[in-house]
């Protein structure tokens, strides 16, 4: 088995890690009978991968809202001024 190390910065970057799915695609793979395995593989990914796939966007979501929280909240703009409406007049002979 070959291992490997992997920094993770942020909970999120964490959690997708944790949640990879190497190991059920693998297993998948290797359970499949002949002929199978990309029926087999497609169904854990879109099973489990479609899960897999909420949570890590979920997760994101919420820090990126944790952040914006954490921050304030932006100054909202300033209204426009009201139209004068349109200052030249037509042009004669249109």
Not at 10 to 38: H, M, N
Not at 47 to 56: K, M, N, S
């Amino acid at each position: 088995m070959e291992r490997f190390t992997v920094e993770v910065q942020t909970p999120l970057q964490r959690l997708i890690v944790e949640l990879a799915l190497a190991k059920e695609l693998e297993q998948a793979a290797d359970a499949a009978p002949e002929g199978q395995v990309l029926d087999r593989c497609e169904w854990v990914a879109l099973g489990p991968g479609r899960e897999f796939l909420r949570q890590a966007l979920t997760a994101a979501l919420e820090q990126q809202a944790q952040a914006v929280e954490k921050k304030g909240r932006p100054a909202d703009a300033a209204p426009a001024a009201p139209s004068a409406g349109t200052r030249a007049g037509r042009p004669a002979g249109s």
